[in-house]
């Protein structure tokens, strides 16, 4: 499930985002229905994925980043991987991306502060 996800993740324009949102309902479908996660579990690993994305912008090490959200490095992983199929750093670099895309798509162009783009 993961797999079509991500290739409907890679595919641009509408059609790409009418097949990620068809994958992203067949994914919480099935979840729900394997009745896996208590809502303890997954209010924290909601949490843990909150705090990725925002410090995904931050230059910091990613055992600094597990130890914001209040976990391990090994549960940072298992956490991330089980809620969305990627590794912690790819879910940032999406993070990252995904804000890239945003801005772009906005008109905004990044501005080098420093010898550090401003948002990306």
């Not at 896996?36 to 997954?42: G, S, Y």
């Not at 990613?62 to 990627?86: H, K, N, Q």
């Amino acid at each position: 499930m993961f797999a079509e996800l991500h290739a409907a993740l890679s595919t641009v324009g509408l059609r790409g985002s009418v097949e990620a949102s068809v994958a992203t309902q067949r994914l919480l479908l099935a979840f729900l229905a394997s009745g896996v996660a208590d809502a303890a579990t997954m209010g924290r690993d909601r949490q843990v994925l909150a705090t990725l994305k925002s410090t995904a912008f931050r230059p910091m090490a990613m055992a600094d980043r597990a130890r914001a959200a209040g976990v391990s490095l090994t549960e940072l992983r298992c956490i991330v991987r089980a809620s969305t199929g990627l590794s912690p750093l790819n879910y940032i670099l999406g993070t990252r991306i995904s804000q890239a895309q945003s801005l772009l798509a906005e008109g905004f162009v990044a501005r080098w502060e420093g010898g550090q783009p401003r948002w990306l």
